[in-house]
């Protein structure tokens, strides 16, 4: 199999990795937001289209305020720093999560780099941010549900009918691919509310590496696992003649 289209990176482990040096967890993060953005130029280099990047989980808010304030500080200097670099490479910048949530300072910052970035076609990277998979499965439902209510009874049936795979134009970015690949670094072997729906026929890679220490040779050895997956999607490898 060649390279994964769409690659999602659960980046987890910051923490640790800078409890291990005796550091602060902030530094933790701050070297984690680095390592994103060397993984996205990797992402290019290697033809991959869409990089979703779990920075922001919605269970992320039950960490104390310090952390949460200097995550949101990082994210927004990383874009401030990194945005014009990013669309001249041809990478369209994109968000995925509860915007209202957000800071009303944040969310102009992030209306402006989607438009800005619009036009590159070379690699999109999702940026998830106040992003839960439940969450999004719930609101995709409430705009179901609006939607419904403006339908004939024969159109909602047929929506109805067709929802296992019609479901996924409700989702926050109904024009992105469902992930070929999600990566989690940390040894934690979990999806942490990660792309539930998306996930179904992902498959997964688990590695030890904390996020911050992940780099060009993890990366590849992520890819040289995924080329030896089997992907059958409920079929069957060869399809008899
Ligand atoms: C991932 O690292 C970053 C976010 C979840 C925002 P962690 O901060 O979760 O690091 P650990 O898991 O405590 O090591
Ligand atoms: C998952 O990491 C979320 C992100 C990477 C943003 P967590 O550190 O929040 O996950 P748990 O708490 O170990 O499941
Ligand atoms: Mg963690």
């Known amino acids: 199999m060649g390279n994964p289209t769409h690659i999602a990176f659960i980046m987890d482990g910051n923490g640790r990795w800078a409890k291990r040096r005796g550091l602060e967890r902030s530094e933790g993060h701050a070297k984690g937001a680095q390592v994103a953005e060397a993984t996205v130029r990797l992402c290019a280099d290697h033809g991959i289209r869409y990089v979703t990047l779990f920075a922001f989980s919605t269970e992320n808010w039950k960490r104390p305020e310090s952390e949460v304030h200097f995550l949101f500080q990082l994210l927004s200097e990383y874009l401030l720093e990194h945005t014009e670099e990013m669309i001249n490479k041809g990478v369209r910048i994109r968000f995925m999560g509860r915007m209202p949530g957000l800071s009303p300072a944040l969310r102009e ?22 992003y839960g998979g439940r969450q999004e499965i719930c609101d995709g439902f409430r705009k179901l549900h609006e939607e419904l209510n403006t339908r004939p009874p024969d159109q909602k049936e047929e929506i109805l009918d067709t929802l296992s795979e019609g479901f996924y134009r409700y989702l926050y970015l109904p024009d992105v691919p469902a992930p070929d690949l999600i990566v989690r670094t940390s040894g934690e072997k979990r999806i942490s509310n990660c792309l539930l729906w998306q996930s179904a026929y992902s498959e997964l890679y688990f590695t030890d590496t904390l996020w911050p220490d992940f780099d060009e040779r993890c990366f590849d050895a992520a890819l040289k696992e995924y080329s030896g997956r089997k992907r059958r999607f409920g079929g069957l490898d060869e399809q008899p003649s």
């Open 109 to 130: 910052l992030i209306r402006k780099i989607e438009a800005r970035s619009l036009h590159c076609d070379r690699l999109q990277m999702i940026l998830a941010v106040n």
